[in-house]
Antibody, heavy 126, light 112 residues
């Protein structure tokens, strides 16, 4: 049974780069059906998909964040990572990593998002 | 982007009574095989979202039978046959037909 857990600094200064890592346990990241993603939730608000990465390294980003986001994958350590540049207070949120289960290599037609990590709070403040 | 619109945004329910949440997508979520790429999630207080329903009407593993999902074109409904105390939280619909994946605003279910 796959489990995911986020890690990284809980406080980031404005204009700096937010970096988070998600560690996957209980299985391989290299299944053809697995895409790996990040979702965030600002305080008291709803959910926003940030981006996803396939184990081959193919990436898909939300256009609203594309200019500032980079995802990467490290299969040797069963991890994938998020980097968000030039952060502002609007990037303060609970960040979740999640498995996207699909039927192919395409990011379209994803069957479900599950499981999710417990989430990690990131606050942008000087 | 596909816009997901939920209603109501707040849902007070008496335990043991049924509940229903609606979600409408701005575009079709169906593929050539007829599957709707629409999921329902429940985010209990202080927890990560948990998958309830996938592909419009399929209950996820371990989800109680009182939860059901239905589809009609671009309209989707989550029904709880008899609400229990553990069902309190925020319910989200989400489309995974295409990127960017988008969520509804959320429906907060609380007990009367």
């Amino acid at each position: 049974q796959l489990q995911l857990e986020e890690s990284g600094p809980g406080l980031v200064k404005p204009s700096e780069t937010l970096s988070l890592t998600c560690t996957v346990s209980g299985g391989s990241m290299s299944s053809t059906s697995y895409h790996w993603g990040w979702v965030r939730q600002p305080p008291g608000k709803g959910l926003e998909w940030i981006g996803s990465i396939y184990y081959t390294g193919s990436t898909y980003y939300n256009p609203s964040l594309r200019s500032r986001v980079t995802l990467s994958v490290d299969l040797s350590n069963n991890q994938f990572s998020l980097r968000l540049r030039s952060v502002t207070a609007a990037d303060t949120a609970l960040y979740y990593c999640v498995l996207l289960y699909g039927s192919s290599t395409s990011p379209n037609f994803i069957n479900w998002f599950d499981p999710w990590g417990p989430g990690t709070q990131v606050t942008v403040s000087s | 982007d596909i816009v997901m619109t939920q209603s109501p945004l707040s849902l007070p329910v008496t335990p043991g009574e049924p509940a229903s949440i609606s979600c409408r997508s701005s575009q079709s979520l169906v593929d050539i095989n007829g599957y709707n790429y629409l999921n329902w999630y429940l985010q209990k207080p202080g927890q990560s979202p948990q998958l309830l329903i996938y592909l419009g009407s399929n209950r996820a593993s371990g989800v109680p039978a009182r939860f059901s999902g239905s589809e009609s074109g671009t309209d989707f409904t989550l029904k709880i046959s008899r609400v229990e105390a553990e069902d309190v939280g925020v319910y989200y619909c989400m489309q995974a037909r295409q990127t960017p994946y988008t969520f509804g605003q959320g429906t907060k279910l609380e007990l009367k």
